[in-house]
């Protein structure tokens, strides 16, 4: 990526979220992830979602207690706001640098399976 790439990515807002989505897109979409994220979101009047429940033969289990995946867009758009502020960014990569912040997890390839 050349610095002007990163700097139009930095500096653009619209580009930053429609990166986001096309990161969410790339490495999630279409994958058994998707099965996972259809259906229907529930609303809270609250706010908080405390006052929704799901209702199973085990009982209710409160929506904040709820195993789910969170919106992987905006997940995607706050790692890319990380990534690429000056500070935050910079940080970022020296810790990478210096350490695997996830080593128990399997080494990235280029290769894609089934």
């Known amino acids: 990526m050349t610095g002007e790439t990163a700097r139009e990515i930095s500096t653009n807002p619209e580009v930053l979220k429609r990166l986001a989505k096309y990161l969410a897109q790339q490495c999630f979409r279409n994958t058994i ?24 033969p085990y009982g ?25 502020d000056d500070r935050l960014g910079g940080e970022l990569i020296k810790i990478l640098a210096q350490r ?4 128990r997890w399997n080494e990235p390839s280029l290769t894609t399976t089934g």
Do not use: C, M
């Not at 996972?36 to 609250?46: E, F, K, N, R, V």
């Open 33 to 56: 992830l998707e099965d996972l994220h259809a259906g229907i979101t529930p609303d809270s009047q609250i706010g908080d979602y405390t006052d929704v429940v799901v209702r199973s």
């Open 60 to 84: 209710e289990i409160s929506w904040p207690n709820l195993s789910r995946l969170s919106d992987v867009v905006n997940k995607t758009y706050h790692a890319l706001i990380v990534l690429f």
């Open 100 to 103: 695997d912040l996830l080593p």
